[in-house]
């Protein structure tokens, strides 16, 4: 189990840029797929973008494609959301996940563990 600790978040105007990181506890965080989902207010949590155990493949979702980077530190227990050219509809409250196996997944019932979600405002 990974215990999942999100901060960064804030409120920034439409183009510009924050750094969400994602800190985790316990013994498996590199053996952990771990992903970025984000969930605004009436809407079902939706997928952001993942990353391999060793950091080498990466999977986002269209909507962040050329906007978005993820990355990870396996000897900081961290992984990374860079997001650049940020949106109004990139509002939400972001949340990190971790699963296991190798397999990339978009569907948020795939991941075993959460954090507490960072709230990301972009305002026009």
């Known amino acids: 189990q990974v215990q999942l600790v999100e901060s960064g978040g804030g409120f920034v105007q439409a183009g510009g840029s924050l750094r969400l990181s994602c800190t985790a506890s316990g013994q498996s965080f590199s053996r952990s797929l771990m992903g970025w989902f984000r969930q605004a207010p009436g809407k079902e949590r939706e997928f952001v973008a993942a990353?391999?155990?060793?950091?080498?493949?990466?999977d986002y979702a269209d909507s962040v494609k050329g906007r978005f980077t993820i990355s990870r530190d396996n000897a900081k227990n961290t992984v990374y959301l860079q997001m650049n050219s940020l949106k109004p509809e990139d509002t939400a409250v972001y949340y990190c996940?971790?699963?296991?196996?190798?397999?990339?997944?978009?569907?948020?019932?795939?991941?075993?563990?959460w954090g507490q979600g960072t709230q990301v405002t972009v305002s026009s």
């Open positions: 996940a971790a699963r296991g196996g190798v397999v990339f997944s978009a569907d948020p019932t795939q991941y075993n563990d």
């Open positions: 990353i391999s155990r060793v950091g080498i493949s990466t």
